[in-house]
């Protein structure tokens, strides 16, 4: 297929987005609904409506361009939110990918069957209510509870997040009322992490998505003076959390490889100098391609914790704050990817994900695939985010071709 994206045109898209919300750190914090977004958010739906495509935005802030056709939607987009001080390619280059591909085809004037359009979903990097808060209210999987109930990593509840925009708590739950019917979703998107430049290949066709799951974990034990209390009297919540932490990762290294566990945060109470910790509160995330690992895992950590808990005199407890279940790709959006680069010369391999992904989300109600490509020395959610041109190039005309085989 002759048809190509500007790629000259999609880089300066991607330059002009990644000035909005630039902070003094040298990166980009543009999480949703905060100040910066609301600016992307105008620049883009002025990009959709330069294109000639028909705007709409539903009540959780999805904004959609389209290209009217007949029948089941063939939808590709990803997020323009982006995590305090981001880089300026994780979720913005699938949009604006997406949207590139839908200019080419409206430039071309192809004669398509069924309906494209472009999707940018709100927070898909979690900053207010979990992650995938957009793409969730799209296909009607939010929990009332936790939106209601949780708070922002900012510290506030997300309905004092929307009391000063024209989004409510209302808006967001009933966004999918306004779903249109799926033929397949698509994402591109930098891998992040190192196998497609280890491997040297310009194009990954992912195959499955792993779950996740996201605990707030603490244990519970006696602050008590660190020069006078022995070691046999202590219950050092610490050392406790220490514990839990390497048993843990030794259990899932060795009986469950290629899934990961990971304490993310730690904060030490009373936290002060001289003092044992009498409280340790840590995340705990943990991740696999297989459900059946997961379930165990479920019941393994809490098991190790109680142990632990029993010979140093604490207490520990645990509460789900969000999860996600592992995705396997359908096989006919793979072969469709496969066909398109064999036909157009593009190296690939095929690779799961072990990051989630709107197209995870998306999967429930759809057929949904997802394109990686490079970033430099696996490197995401930082400034240091860096791709070649080279690869993009490639993977945007393999979403391109892709989504006109979809929706022919």
Known sequence: MD????????????????????????????????????????????????????????????????????????????????????????????VLSALECLRRVKEE?????????????????GNLAGDFLGSRAFIGTLNKEILEKGKTQFGTSLSQTLKDTEFSLESILEAHKHQPELEAFLEIHIEQGPVLETEDKPIGLVNSIAGKHFWLCSFRGEASHAGTTPFELRHDAFLGLSDFALKCTQYVATHHYGSMVTVGKVYLHPGAFS???GRADFTLDFRSQSQKTLQELEKYFPSVAQDISSTRGLKFSSKIIDKTEPVAMPERIVEVMKKNCQENDYPF????????????????????????????????????????????????????????????
């Open 349 to 408: 391999m095929v690779i799961p994900s072990g990051a989630g992904h709107d197209a995870q989300i998306l999967a429930g109600v759809t057929d949904s695939g997802l394109i990686f490509i490079p970033c430099e020395d696996g490197i995401s959610h930082s400034p240091q985010e860096k791709i070649d041109w080279k690869d993009l190039k490639k993977g945007a005309n393999l979403l391109l071709h892709s989504l006109i085989r979809l929706a022919e």
């Open 275 to 277: 003092v044992v910790p």
């Open 3 to 94: 048809i190509q994206v500007n790629m000259e045109r999609l880089k300066k898209d991607l330059q002009e987005l990644s000035q909005i919300g630039r902070d003094t750190a040298g990166g980009i914090s543009r999480p949703s609904f905060s100040k910066a977004d609301f600016e992307a958010r105008r620049w883009l739906k002025d990009k959709l409506k330069t294109a000639g495509l028909k705007i709409r935005e539903d009540g959780a802030g999805n904004i959609f361009g389209r290209i009217e056709g007949k029948g089941k939607t063939v939808m590709a987009g990803s997020h323009i939110d982006t995590v305090i001080n981001g880089g300026m390619f994780d979720g913005a280059l699938g």
């Open 109 to 125: 004037k192809l004669s398509l069957s069924k309906p494209l359009e472009v999707a940018s979903f709100t927070d898909e990097e």
